[in-house]
Every structure is written in structure tokens, then in C-alpha cells.
């Protein structure tokens, strides 16, 4: 095990930035969020920070360069490794403790209190709780597909050649409506996950990659809220 991170009279601090899709990386859309989050943690620390480094990849891949930069960095100067939130830096829970284990000093904006036992029970009950989701969908999936229903929603749809206006306009409701009912699901996975008001689920959503029902990158508390009305009307 490499000794423990020197503590200088003035804290530093390394920022770490990350999003998953290129379409947010391009846009700036999470990444400027996490930023301001980031910098305003450190400010009431009283720490200086030093850098700031982003990746637009999955947490899953602890081999991102700006993650390998933020450490490196980190290890040189002994600064504190700051991202918005735990599951920026990795989302696997050995990996965090391997890093805590190392001797790297990792906190997130949105965990001010938490130490480094509080951050790896943290770790380990999201990843759980992660795998659980996806094991729920799967079922949930593989048990729609045995009683028959189409997957995949409303992908490539295209009206048979010359339906009447009418027959047009239902096609576009149905097929807003499972695309309602898709998104539904999404914000129920993120409750599961305990993010809960209409503000924090659009900043995930948004976080995350998840088109809005007219293909757009930015999600808002009113988009969240016309989804679930609109789900709900269809249940």
C-alpha cells in the first residue's frame, strides 16, 4: 500500500468532471453543473483548487484519461480528489476503496460530511442497489415479451401509405404515449436510486444521456412533470 497523501497547512484540490455521451460532452450540458458544484464545495472548504480535469466516458472504465490525469495529479501535489458526486469518479465500489486504500483523498460536493467509511458503504449499497434495477428491468422485460407485447416502442415508425388523417393522428398518439410510458419507467428507476423531486430527476436525466420526448439533450422540472402526466393519463 502507497503511504498517505501529505497534508499541507493549505488543502488542495484536484476537480473531476464527467459525462457520459458525447452529446453532453459537445454541449457542455452536466458538465458546467458538475463545475459550479465542484468549485463551490471547495470555496467553503477554504481548499485552492489546483485543476480540473473531465471525461466524457462511462464510469464504468477506470482507464479514462481524465480521470488517470485527476489522479496523478492528485498523488503529486497531496490535493484532495473533489467531484459533484461519488458516482462521477467510478461506479464500482472496489474501485473507490482500492483509491481510499491507496491513500488518495476523494470527496464528493454532494457527500460534505462523509468520510471515507461513509463513502465506501455509500459505494457498495448504489452499486447494489444498481444491480437490482437492472435485474427488476431484465424480469420486467423478459416477462412483457413472454405475454406478447412489442418492445422497443416507437423506434423507425412509419404510417402505412395513404391513412387518413385521422388513423395518422392516432399513430402519433400511441406512439407518444409508450414513448411517455419508456421515459415513465426511466424516472421511476431514478426514484428506486432515491433521486426524487422533479429538479434533481431532470439534472439526472440530463446527466445521463436520456433524450427528452422531442429528442433533446436538456431535461426540465416541466418536462418531468408533462412525462408523468402523461403517463399517468395512459395508465
Known amino acids: 500500500m502507497r503511504p498517505a497523501l501529505p497534508h499541507g497547512v493549505a488543502r488542495l484540490a484536484v476537480g473531476y468532471l464527467r459525462v457520459s455521451t458525447a452529446e453532453q460532452g459537445q454541449s457542455g450540458l452536466g458538465l458546467e453543473a458538475q463545475q459550479a458544484s465542484v468549485r463551490s464545495f471547495v470555496a467553503a472548504q477554504g481548499w485552492t483548487l489546483v485543476a480540473e480535469h473531465q471525461d466524457v466516458a462511462s464510469g464504468k472504465d477506470d482507464r479514462r484519461p481524465g480521470f488517470q490525469a485527476a489522479l496523478a495529479r492528485s498523488r503529486q501535489l497531496g490535493a484532495v480528489l473533489v467531484a459533484a458526486r461519488l458516482d462521477r469518479i467510478t461506479r464500482r465500489a472496489h474501485t473507490l476503496s482500492g483509491l481510499l486504500e491507496e491513500g488518495y483523498q476523494i470527496r464528493a460536493a454532494d457527500m460534505p460530511g ?36 412489442v418492445l422497443g416502442g416507437d423506434r423507425g415508425y412509419r404510417p402505412a401509405e395513404g391513412p387518413s388523417a385521422a388513423a395518422a393522428a392516432k399513430a402519433r398518439r400511441v406512439a407518444a404515449e409508450r414513448a411517455a410510458h419508456r421515459l415513465a419507467l426511466e424516472v421511476e428507476r431514478l426514484r428506486a436510486e432515491g ?41
Open 195 to 235: 433521486i426524487t423531486g422533479q429538479a434533481a430527476i431532470a439534472r439526472a436525466l440530463t446527466e445521463r444521456g436520456v433524450p427528452t420526448p422531442r429528442g433533446g439533450a436538456a431535461w426540465t422540472h416541466t418536462t418531468v412533470t408533462r412525462v408523468m402526466a402523461r403517463a399517468a393519463a395512459g395508465q
Open 114 to 149: 462523509a468520510d471515507d467509511l461513509m463513502m465506501r458503504i455509500y459505494a457498495a449499497m448504489a452499486q447494489k442497489e444498481r444491480e437490482l434495477i437492472s435485474e427488476r428491468t431484465r424480469a420486467a422485460l423478459r416477462a412483457a415479451k413472454a405475454r406478447g407485447a
